[in-house]
């Protein structure tokens, strides 16, 4: 109340000067207000500055958070399958008819400093709570170098880097399943990227995994104890992945993958994974209800040396999302993988398999999807197919970034 009062008796000072008085210019080339003097001036900032609320001096960069992003992830939903025992091959699948809970993730990350970039997922289930993802990355290498430690899942194409959250469909993929795991592969190690400089996106990452672990390096050690005594009892995966925008509506994305590792049958690296990966979709940027088309295509090969002989299979993916309108979106997906026999990971797995499925997702808002889906299985060791049918329901609390594109 007081500066009111100042500035109230200033500007009548003001007012009974003479109104014919030029504006004068101050050192900055701006003008004074008319007919002030000196003093008159520095009494007006004065009161004008006691004003002005309190500003903290800027920070040099980014502080630690005491407050992560921390949120929930729940999925669960009432299934039917013509068999009472359903070959389904992912962790986070419906494992039957009736009442399933697919997963229950506590995610949190958060900057520690101007350098680090800390992450983690856990599983919480039924029968107990797994550890999915733990590491620290880094925020400011140079060269356009990023490094990666912990447990994490490996970026070999574009579907195993993913949580069951992000999908599109109901289950996991029968690529993953096959090749990696029930949890896709995730391992302890570290990993190097590099942004190569080149006028487009372009980005190349190498790591090195632990190979051992049933959930999750079918392909490699899986269950079999190996100390790791040199440098072929690890597991290595590489990839190469570059994005196009084609236009305004357009967007391409591709990828290169291939992974190396030991396996219980022979010394050395005995087991090679190699795939690619597309991704292609339409959305027109001036359309209010967000409308889009989605291609997705991945196909690995792997070939394994076991007892003399060396075993190749292949498996892959087609998928096909189309977001309709703001809150609904419906999508087709192909499946395939072929079988080898005298393979002592899947003995009765010595022919094709296939699945295609079909759903149709409501999302009540950002934080809830309702997911219809339905499917028919094809393995080649039945006799009859396998139809599935469920009604998902999966929701978020709490604060949870953006996902890669």
């Not at 500035?7 to 003479?18: D, E, F, Q």
């Not at 997922?121 to 430690?149: C, M, R, W, Y």
């Not at 880097?161 to 995730?186: C, E, I, M, Y």
Request: negative net charge; charged residues 15%; aromatic residues 10%.
């Amino acid at each position: 109340m007081r500066n009111f009062w100042i500035v109230a008796l200033l500007a009548t000072a003001v007012a009974a000067r003479s109104a014919d008085a030029a504006p004068a210019a101050d050192l900055a080339g701006e003008p004074t207000p008319a007919g002030l003097s000196a003093e008159d001036q520095a009494a007006l900032s004065a009161a004008a500055a006691a004003d002005q609320p309190a500003v903290a001096p800027p920070s040099s960069g980014p502080s630690p958070s005491a407050n992560p992003a921390i949120s929930l992830l729940f999925g669960g939903s009432a299934a039917a399958f013509s068999r009472p025992d359903p070959p389904q091959m992912g962790g986070h699948d419906a494992t039957g008819s009736g009442f399933n809970l697919h997963y229950l993730e506590l995610f949190a990350e958060s900057n520690v400093d101007p350098y680090f970039h800390f992450q983690t997922s856990i599983a919480i289930g039924q029968e107990g709570v797994e550890l999915e993802e733990v590491f620290a990355d880094t925020l400011a290498l140079p060269g356009n170098l990023h490094v990666k430690a912990g447990k994490f899942l490996s970026d070999f194409g574009r579907a195993n880097p993913t949580h069951p959250h992000v999908w599109s469909f109901a289950d996991q993929p029968l690529l993953l399943g096959k090749f990696f795991g029930p949890d896709g592969n995730r391992a302890v190690g570290a990993q190097v990227g590099w942004l190569l400089p080149l006028p487009w996106f372009a980005e190349a990452k190498l790591a090195a995994q632990q190979a051992e672990n049933p959930c999750c390096n079918r392909s490699m050690l899986g269950d079999t104890p190996r100390p790791v005594q040199a440098a072929d009892d690890l597991q290595y995966t590489g990839s190469l992945r570059t994005f196009a925008p084609l236009s305004d509506d357009w967007s391409l994305f591709l990828g290169a993958s291939a992974q190396l590792g030991p396996n219980p049958h022979v010394l050395g690296l005995g087991t090679q994974i190699a795939g690619g990966d597309l991704y292609l979709r339409w959305r027109p940027i001036a359309d209010p209800e967000r409308r889009s088309v989605s291609l997705q295509v991945e196909h690995a090969r792997r070939q394994r040396d076991v007892g003399g002989q060396s075993l190749v299979d292949q498996a892959g993916y087609a998928h096909v999302v189309a977001k309709v309108a703001l809150r609904w979106e419906v999508g087709w997906r192909s499946e395939w993988a072929t079988g080898v026999a005298g393979d002592p990971l899947d003995p009765d797995w010595t022919s094709l398999r296939t699945r295609h499925a079909a759903q149709a997702t409501f999302y009540p808002s950002h934080f809830a999807r309702i997911r219809l889906q339905v499917s028919r299985d094809m393995p080649g060791w039945l006799n009859e197919p396998v139809y599935g049918a469920l009604l998902m329901v999966e929701s978020v609390v709490g604060a949870h970034g953006s996902h890669g594109y």
